[in-house]
Nanobody
Framework: QVQLVESGGGLVQAGGSLRLSCAAS????????MGWFRQGPGKEREFTAY????????YYKDSVKGRFTISRDNAKNTVYLQMNTLKPEDTAVYYC????????????????WGQGTQVTVSS
């Protein structure tokens, strides 16, 4: 079992930045693909970014490319999401997720999920 705990959310003005962290416990995440997903008010949960086990491969939702950066520190068992130039449409609960094996943006393929952290961007 992998337990995931997100932190770093909050209220920020448009144009600002936040750094989300996802701390894992129970198992080392070095063998896991790690993803960030988000769910805005009244919306479905959607893929945001993922990172490969080594950190060499990353992929982003089009609307966050160039603004968000996913990274990982396997020694610290932690994944990060640096969010810059935030927009009101980025307002959502952000979830960290983990899976073994192949890279995918499909949330159904992820086995472990955190409880989420709220990000609110004011205009």
């Amino acid at each position: 079992q992998v337990q995931l705990v997100e932190s770093g959310g909050g209220l920020v003005q448009a144009g600002g930045s936040l750094r989300l962290s996802c701390a894992a416990s129970g198992r080392t995440i070095s063998n896991y693909v790690m993803g960030w997903f988000r769910q805005g008010p009244g919306k479905e949960r959607e893929f945001t970014a993922y990172i490969s086990q080594s950190g060499a491969g990353t992929y982003y939702k089009d609307s966050v490319k160039g603004r968000f950066t996913i990274s990982r520190d396997n020694a610290k068992n932690t994944v990060y999401l640096q969010m810059n130039t935030l927009k009101p449409e980025d307002t959502a609960v952000y979830y960290c997720a983990a899976k073994r094996g192949f890279l995918t943006a499909n949330a159904d393929q992820y086995d472990y999920w955190g409880q989420g952290t709220q990000v609110t961007v004011s205009s």
